[in-house]
């Protein structure tokens, strides 16, 4: 296991000209080390992967690892449509000492579940001993990885988790019976992390944990410790927040709320664009009714 509890999906700061800004990037990793985050998740979607190079990418990975300075584990977006470009960025990964790589299902390609078992025991054979994690979103890749395939994915040494961003708790449920309690499951959700700990879950990989990391890190650790009445209502607590960051495509929302939040993260790169001011209203008058100062 990478890790236990809440790890961030970090947007990635762009300057105002929309180059990556590495000064914000280390004042974020050092927030969230100071703040009981407990992993760091860069290049994901969050952290607008889809836009940045390949060349962009390394550059925050090997910045971010040395930024970190093994304080709190550095988990690498490093999935690709392109099977052998998954591997050169999952390789680079393990080169520069991050501590796993999450690599989400191919888009596009909408390959069938033979394709993407082998898409990922390729990936799994070429960077041996480097722990992976499947990161299953279908609403954004129109695949769906199918429990059985998880079942098989998850019996490969190095592959040692999931983040399932499908909202079927009942699917959740059945692969936590199916596979090994050695395999984390992660809630790719949210508004899904307490439903999904209560089936078994690990924790969860969070886009509200980039302005709240002390109260979705408590969330998962009050349901460990069994104090399951403080975890339901801090979950409660930010469920209408977490809602609110994705009344637009992520990572738009949550970008707009930071630089609210006088975070100053920049904009989001084209074709992301900036949300309608009726989002904005909504989303201002949630961050007034839970105080914070705007």
Do not use: W
């Not at 925050?60 to 052998?84: D, L």
């Not at 082998?118 to 429990?147: G, M, Q, W």
């Not at 078994?200 to 979705?216: C, E, F, K, R």
């Amino acid at each position: 296991m990478i890790f236990k509890g809440s790890g961030v999906a970090l947007v990635t700061p762009f300057t105002e000209e929309n180059n990556i800004n590495y000064t914000k990037l280390r004042e974020l990793i050092q927030m969230h080390i100071a703040k009981k985050t407990d992993a760091i998740i860069i290049c994901g979607t969050t952290g607008e992967s889809s836009t940045l190079s390949n060349d962009e990418k390394k550059e925050i990975i090997k910045f971010s690892v040395k930024a970190a300075e093994g304080k709190i584990p550095i988990i690498a977006g490093t999935g690709s449509n392109n099977t052998k470009i998954a591997i050169e960025m999952t390789k680079f990964a393990k080169e520069v000492h991050a501590d796993g790589a999450l690599v989400v299902t191919p888009y596009y390609n909408k390959c069938s579940q033979e394709g993407l078992y082998k898409h990922y025991l390729e990936i799994a054979n070429a960077v041996p001993d480097f722990p992976i994690v499947l990161y299953n979103v279908p609403s954004r890749t129109c695949v769906n990885l199918e429990i059985n395939t998880i079942i098989k994915l998850s019996k490969i040494e190095n592959i040692i988790g999931l983040k399932e961003a499908n909202p079927d708790i009942s699917r959740i449920a059945e692969i936590r019976k199916k596979v090994d309690n050695s395999f984390s499951i992660y809630s790719g959700n949210d508004d899904l992390t307490l439903p999904i700990l209560s089936v078994g879950g690990d924790g969860v990989i969070s886009v509200t944990a980039n302005i709240l990391p002390d109260q979705i890190h408590d969330i998962c650790y009050h349901f460990f410790e069994k104090d399951y009445e403080a975890s339901k209502e801090l979950f409660l607590n930010t469920l209408d927040l977490s809602k609110k960051l994705f009344l637009d495509v992520n990572p738009i929302m949550i970008k707009e709320c930071m630089n609210i939040l006088h975070y100053h993260v920049g904009g989001t790169r084209l074709p992301l664009s900036s949300t309608s001011k009726e989002n904005l209203k909504s989303l201002i008058e949630t961050l007034k009714d839970m105080n914070f100062q705007i």
